[in-house]
């Protein structure tokens, strides 16, 4: 089946507020740069809808969602509001479209758990929103469409999915929400002793998780080793009927979020590794502060589902895209203590594909992935 890509518009010139991490312009660089490209082909993309109250409430709490619509339409939050649901509070700021923006990557989502039903590639950049509560916002995310998107595969008939993040930050809230179900089996590398401080390796969440904590500096011989000592060993025992990727861009060397020392090579690697052991597969966004960064992985993922080769030089109109972009980090200096931020490489403009970043296979990152394989039940392998 033909690869799709599902976007919108609102994303274009949406911020969450000029002083905060997710200020800068993401889904709609991404979607430019892949349309520059030439990468999009007619009926290959589809527009994102907003999810319904009714389909949020598949996971979230009705008062919350209430909450969130009326800090939209009066742009304030009442201190209620703001202790209850952290709306406005903790890095979740009120912004024009509080309750819209994170309904229509829900929306993208679900749509996207629709389309696979029989099979098929979707990638859904505007997704990714792992840290979402039922009752409350948390890191960013004020709803979580992953766990949507597999609550609305499990209503299909589905009963065997993996849900991999690739998020420098733990996916907490999507191993929470399936703790107790079976059907659902997450497995997240993120960085050790970073918020939310969750996803240690001996975190199992029931038994249907495994989490591989990976130290600063983690690089992409490390990230092989992962793919290849863990993440292809369980879905080859788990032979799961759908897989979907949480592809947070807050992993790369140049993120200012995160330690992690990745070239957006690993993600592409390890995409097209799953690819083909997927019979479903969304592909979702997540994390990501650096606007050049986010926008080639994400773009370069998409050029491995659709089956695009990478461009030694990106043509004009792509290059002008990425030549548009400017940052400035959220917290001054003290944010940005790395001088490409302030005075971006000239390859950030010029290409789509990262010099690699090898090093050393670390012991603890060996163990780590080990651990992960070791730890799953001998009762998850080849579940139909």
Request: net charge neutral; hydrophobic share 45%.
């Amino acid at each position: 089946m033909t690869p799709l890509l599902i976007g919108s518009e609102i994303y274009r010139g949406s911020t969450y507020g000029p002083k905060h991490p997710l200020a800068i312009p993401r889904v709609s660089t991404m979607l430019d740069l892949v349309r520059a490209l030439g990468w999009v082909a007619p009926g290959q993309y589809r527009d994102s809808p907003k999810a319904s109250i009714d389909d949020l409430l598949r996971f979230h709490r009705r008062d919350y969602l209430e909450a969130l619509l009326r800090a939209e339409q009066t742009q304030a939050v009442r201190a209620e509001d703001r202790a209850r649901f952290r709306i406005g509070a903790d890095g979740n700021p009120v912004f024009r479209d509080v309750f819209s923006r994170p309904a229509t990557g829900a929306g993208g989502t679900l749509l996207a758990a629709r389309l696979t039903a029989q099979g098929g590639v979707v990638h859904v950049p505007g997704g990714g929103t792992h840290h979402g509560r039922p009752d409350r916002a948390s890191g960013f995310c004020y709803l979580n469409d992953a766990v949507l998107g597999l609550l609305s595969w499990l209503n299909l008939g589905l009963n065997n999915i993996l849900y991999l993040d690739l998020d420098a930050h733990h996916g907490d809230g999507v191993q929470d929400a399936f703790h107790d179900d079976a059907r659902v089996f997450t497995l997240s590398i993120h960085e050790a002793g970073r918020w939310p401080f969750t996803g240690q390796g001996e975190d199992r969440a029931g038994g249907h998780a495994a989490n591989i904590p990976v130290p600063a500096g983690f690089n992409d011989s490390e990230m092989t080793w992962v793919l290849h000592a863990a993440i292809l060993p369980i879905i080859q025992r788990l032979c799961p009927q759908a897989i979907m990727v949480q592809c947070g861009a807050d992993a790369l060397e140049e993120d200012p979020l995160a330690k992690l020392s990745l070239s957006n090579n690993a993600h592409r690697a390890l995409v097209a590794a799953v690819l083909p052991l997927a019979p479903r597969l969304i592909v979702l966004g997540g994390g990501g502060y650096n606007p050049w960064s986010v926008a080639r992985c994400w773009a370069g993922v998409w050029g491995v589902l659709a089956g695009h080769a990478m461009p030694d030089r990106l043509p004009p109109a792509a290059e002008a895209v990425l030549r548009s972009l400017a940052f400035h980090p959220a917290g001054g200096p003290a944010a940005a203590p790395r001088a490409a931020w302030r005075d971006p490489p000239d390859h950030w403009f010029t290409t789509l594909a990262d010099a690699p970043r090898p090093g050393v296979v670390r012991a603890v990152v060996r163990r780590a992935a080990a651990a992960a394989l070791a730890g799953l039940p001998a009762d998850r392998a080849g579940v139909a």
